[in-house]
């Protein structure tokens, strides 16, 4: 016959209650945040990059981004980078801008800017030298039709990355798919017979696209087309003197607003050939931020 001591077994029960608690409660503070497992860090693109400025400028004014930082290296790096968390499920924040295949490559959103550093959403406009459509009207008229949807352009620049193609060689499988798109914008125009005309770009891989695209119907027009990739300052001083015809490159209001002013009356905007062009810093789809506000600063 033995005696039960309850109060000795109460105190060993309350202090293995305590011990798992307290387990549980360092478990808890051990947990990081998204912030501090992405390392407080921005996976940016070349440092002479004009949105890795952008970057900086957003780690200065967001007060909850004090003490991140950007690594930069190469629009390649920092894709593969993203590539990797992705696979891993993983959280990072990437520079991004649209249209660009990682957005159809990846599941990805941008994060939201409630102050305003990236802008606001931008437009591709079709611009034409002075007197175009008096002596090539009916290029004119093509040109003033020619209509883009971001995710088409995304989707071609997609193919050509993944299937190792040249943009060129992509638009030109564009146009034969969408004959109905390329129908309206041809619809009732008279086709010619060797006219020349000359387009210049910018050479970012959307511009080329729409561009080559350009090209293609005006070929297939009758034109004998010169394209030209260029500088954006090329590209607009060339349309102001009547060097080149026509672009449809310019990104508008922002990215080129300077450029446009600079040159202003010295040619004709014939309106946007894509809306919906955008640039900032986004996140894989999965994590449940939405905002550059959602984030911790460095402790």
Not at 168 to 191: I, L, M, R
Request: with cysteine; net charge negative.
């Amino acid at each position: 016959m033995y005696t039960i001591n309850w109060k000795k077994i109460g105190v060993v029960t309350g202090l293995s209650l305590s011990l798992l608690l307290a387990g549980c409660g360092q478990e808890e503070n051990e947990q990081k945040s998204v912030s501090e497992e992405m390392n407080y860090t921005i996976t940016g693109l070349e440092p002479g990059a004009g949105q890795t400025e952008l970057n900086n400028q957003a780690i200065a004014e967001y007060e909850n981004l004090a003490g991140w930082e950007q690594s930069t290296s190469s629009t390649g790096a920092m894709l593969t980078a993203l590539d990797d968390a992705i696979k891993n499920e993983e959280p990072i924040m990437i520079t991004a801008w649209s249209p660009h295949y990682m957005f159809a490559k990846w599941d990805i959103k941008f994060l939201e800017d409630p102050k305003g550093i990236f802008g606001q959403e931008q437009h591709a406009a079709t611009l034409v030298r002075k007197g175009l459509k008096d002596e090539l009207p009916n290029a004119y008229e093509i040109l003033d039709r020619f209509n883009f949807e971001v995710p088409d352009i995304e989707a071609a620049l997609f193919k050509a990355n993944e299937e190792g193609l040249k943009i060129d060689e992509v638009a030109k499988q564009w146009v034969d798919d969408n004959q109905e798109a390329v129908a309206k914008w041809v619809d009732g125009v008279e086709p010619v017979d060797g006219t020349p005309i000359n387009l210049v770009a910018t050479p970012w891989d959307d511009m080329l696209f729409t561009g080559n695209v350009a090209k293609v119907v005006l070929e297939q027009q009758g034109y004998k087309v010169k394209f030209t990739p260029v500088d954006p300052a090329v590209v607009f001083e060339s349309i102001a003197t009547g060097d080149a015809d026509a672009t449809l490159s310019p990104w508008m209001p922002t990215t080129h607003g300077e450029l446009y002013k600079q040159y202003e009356g010295e040619f004709e905007d014939l309106g946007p050939n894509f809306e919906g062009a955008k640039i900032g810093l986004a996140v894989p789809s999965y994590m449940e931020e939405n905002s550059l506000e959602d984030f911790e600063p460095v402790e």
